[in-house]
């Protein structure tokens, strides 16, 4: 098998052991109210902390990849999850959670950073590929709340399924210590280079670019909604008082399989329509879904309306990733930046609900997340339409 397919599947392995863990706190964060009398807000606290650790990793990955290299800086950072997942099957005090939680987000930060550098460059920015990636995130998604469910269901408790995510997070870790990184320029290098002007295009051409930001934006806006659904969903479908703590859980883990079919459907599109194109479909259909979602009262279109947000969630991130490849042309610090933005609007969205759901009930508290959506739409109408601002005139008849 050749060096970059090898390296593809096994970005592959570590993004689905990732999602695991990522979607598994949303799935036992009920258990962690319960057992630790904490309120919505510190619930949020939690969340938000997980996003500031992807956040911050934006940074701190490429530092000490340009120290160390990338073997040792994901392999360093892959190493947390197991460690962090151990310390919450104590159910610590709160702020040690805190820190726990830090370390998994600096963890799924650097993953995903990693992850999206190395198959960007393999595969030529292709989107059908990055969607594969991105389907792998949405396999363990689905495996994770659905395994907590029937973990709850059967009477077994939530603490089992993190030491199973232990051992899959160890060897996802051990994965990426033995993976063959000469499929992407070692960063350590980038301070050798005699070229000012390389330098220059490296670190600022990007920033010049208004399309880049769209892009940035738009999954600003999406990546707040999407930990609002990993974190907050299970129990926001608790509180409509419709299903129980287990069925919640199980239609989260539904809500995953649907992603995955959504990313695999992009694979199919990509072929046919542009990256612009695609991300302005989904944006539209995830936003009719999700206002639909809240507005319903009864359990079959929640299910339905819920299934289909996560069909048109599905290839939003992958696409605009695949979408910015050209505009970053391969760096690492230009990947730093675009996975910063996002994860702001990742930090500051699930605090938000959490301290809205403390006045007004979770279930309007979700209802706020309409303006996520619609800013969602909103740019991706932007990015098609500069798309169309760019194409050369067609000459008139006879001309």
């Known amino acids: 098998m050749k060096a970059q397919t090898r390296s593809f599947y096994q970005c592959c392995y570590g993004y689905a052991v990732s999602g695991m863990v990522t979607l598994s706190f949303g799935a036992i964060l009920p258990s962690l109210i319960t057992e630790s009398g904490m309120n919505y807000a510190l619930a949020g606290g939690l969340l938000s902390f997980m996003a500031i650790g992807n956040l911050l990793a934006s940074f701190l990955y490429p530092a000490v990849a340009g120290q160390l290299g990338h073997k040792a800086a994901i392999s360093i950072g892959a190493s947390m999850v197991p460690l962090g997942l151990l310390g919450f099957t104590a159910v610590p005090s709160i702020p040690i959670m805190y820190v726990l939680i830090f370390l998994l987000g600096v963890s799924r930060g650097s993953i995903t950073l990693i992850n999206n550098l190395v198959v960007n460059k393999v595969s030529g920015g292709s989107a059908g590929k990055l969607n594969v990636l991105h389907c792998s995130f949405a396999v ?9 469910g029937l973990l709850i269901a059967g009477g077994i408790g939530w603490k089992i399924s993190l030491y199973v995510l232990m051992v899959l997070s160890a060897s996802s870790a051990l994965s990426y210590h033995i993976m063959d990184y000469g499929v992407v320029p070692d960063p350590r290098l980038a301070s050798m280079r005699n070229n000012a002007t390389w330098k220059e295009r490296e670190s600022k051409d990007f920033l010049k670019s208004a399309d880049f930001f769209c892009i940035a934006f738009l999954l600003f806006f999406y990546l707040g909604t999407e930990n609002c659904i990993n974190g907050w969903f299970v129990t926001y479908l608790q509180s409509t008082g419709i299903m129980t703590e287990a069925f919640a859980t199980t239609m989260v883990s539904v809500t995953w399989l649907v ?46 309306s819920l299934a289909g947000l996560g069909f048109f969630l599905a290839g939003i991130y992958p696409t605009s990733v695949a979408n910015a490849g050209k505009l970053i042309m391969g760096s690492t610090i230009g990947m730093s930046v675009l996975t910063a933005i996002s994860a702001v609007g990742g930090i500051i969205t699930p605090q938000l609900i959490g301290m809205i759901a403390d006045k007004i009930g979770m279930t309007a508290a979700i209802s706020t997340l309409s303006v996520n959506m619609l800013m969602v739409l909103f740019l991706a109408v932007m990015n098609y339409r500069s798309a169309a601002r760019k194409k050369p005139p067609v000459p008139k008849a006879g001309a």
């Open 140 to 148: 363990g998604a689905f495996l994770s709340p659905f395994l907590i």
């Open 259 to 304: 992603i995955m079919a959504g990313r695999l459907a992009c694979v199919r599109l990509s072929k046919k329509f542009t990256k612009r194109g695609i991300i302005l479909m989904d944006a539209a259909g995830s936003t009719l879904c999700f206002l639909l979602l809240i507005s319903a009262k009864n359990l079959p279109v929640i299910t339905v």
